[in-house]
């Protein structure tokens, strides 16, 4: 009788610990632990990115964005493969190896286009603005927060989707229950099996902004390995 009660007790302080947080209080917390002085909004710096993976020579990214003032630019080197793209308010320039006229063979073989280059704008500057970019307009907070064990660690978990012409995608952010540091992050397509879950580790301090790191990707269907992203406010 007594093992019972004790296990009653754990289960309803579990249901109750994970109710007492909303999804919105939950954001705020973490938004404060990540950038505590509200750095985000103002944003302009340089990031520096080395990206690993199984089967290709690393890539190396110089990212520069200035919120501002709606600047983003990239410059990647891959090998001996050197692509630039700027995004300069509604302006968008790329070039190859300096060349700011490459063929338009060149143009299809490296995706020298404008749809790659606001690919890489949203990618970036929404994946090292998080958790502050799911303050954005069309994202829905979902208010039940729920705590689960990943990889043998407790988090606290919240759930994201978005309005119709912003993804479609449903994202889970795993955050330490402690600190309320974003430790995982998780996303799932329309198709079953789909998406990705990414395991954060380490913090990179960069205008005052705690950004995580390293970032390992993983396949949500079989957990296979895909690269890592590695973070340094210096080249």
């Known amino acids: ?20 947080i909303s999804g919105d209080e939950l954001l ?15 944003f302009k710096g340089e990031l520096f990115v080395t990206m690993e993976t199984p089967k290709n020579g690393d890539r190396v990214s110089k990212i520069n964005i200035n919120l501002p003032k709606q600047y983003f630019s990239v410059v990647a080197k891959r090998d001996t493969i050197i692509t630039t793209y700027i995004l300069d308010k509604d302006e968008i320039n790329f070039s190859l190896n300096g060349d700011k006229n490459p063929s338009e063979e060149n143009k299809k073989k490296f995706s020298l286009n404008t749809e790659r280059a606001n690919l890489y704008k949203n990618y970036y500057t929404y994946l090292y603005g998080l958790p502050m970019k799911l303050k954005d307009e069309g994202t829905v907070i979902h208010q039940k927060v729920e705590r689960k064990t990943f990889k043998g660690k407790e988090y606290l978990v919240l759930k994201a989707t978005y309005n119709q012409e912003v993804g479609k995608d449903t994202w889970y952010f795993y955050f330490n229950p402690d600190n309320f540091s974003m430790e995982i ?9 789909s998406g990705e879950y990414i395991l954060l580790s380490e913090l990179e301090t960069i205008n005052d902004i705690k950004m995580p790191k390293i970032r390992a990707w993983y ?5 296979t390995y895909l690269g890592t992203d590695i973070l340094s406010a210096k080249n």
Not at 1 to 20: P, R, V
């Open 185 to 193: 992050y998780q996303f799932f397509k329309e198709e079953k099996d």
């Open 1 to 20: 009788m007594k093992k019972l009660t004790t296990l009653l007790f754990i289960f309803t302080s579990i249901i109750a610990f994970s109710q007492e």
């Open 28 to 42: 705020k917390k973490a938004i404060e632990f990540h950038d505590p002085n509200g750095n985000w909004a103002t």
């Open 219 to 223: 396949y949500n269907k079989d957990n």
